[in-house]
């Protein structure tokens, strides 16, 4: 069974920059998306942004022209570039995996923390 594990998060003051990593176990192009959610105190997790096996990438209106994300198929890793972070943008993040079949795969998550 792949794992993801995140790295990468920390704190930050506003208008800064950090950027996540997600290593997989095994070969990501098994998963038909990747993507990365989050989720902060009192919320639902929600969608971060996703990255589909072509390269196909898709954004939540609150980070569009902010945040990338990227993959690297031989290091089976999946990125997200976070740059002009707001306090709002505080929260776990977690890396997903998603195949047609069966259940979606998570990470542990990472902590960020934006300080105004």
């Known amino acids: 069974q792949v794992q993801l594990v995140e790295s990468g998060g920390g704190l930050v003051q506003a208008g800064g920059s950090l950027g996540l990593s997600c290593a997989a176990s095994?070969?990501?192009?098994?998963?038909?998306?990747m993507g990365w959610y989050r989720q902060a105190p009192g919320n639902e997790r929600e969608l971060v942004a996703t990255?589909?096996?072509?390269?196909?990438?898709n954004y939540a209106d609150s980070v569009k022209g902010r945040f990338t994300i990227s993959r690297d198929n031989a290091k089976n890793t999946v990125y997200l570039q976070m740059n002009s972070l707001e306090p709002e943008d505080t929260a776990i993040y977690y890396c997903?995996?998603?195949?047609?079949?069966?259940?979606?795969?998570w990470g542990q998550g990472t902590q960020v923390t934006v300080s105004s």
């Open positions: 990255i589909t096996r072509g390269g196909n990438t």
């Open positions: 095994g070969n990501i192009l098994t998963f038909n998306r």
């Open positions: 997903n995996g998603h195949k047609l079949i069966g259940p979606d795969y």
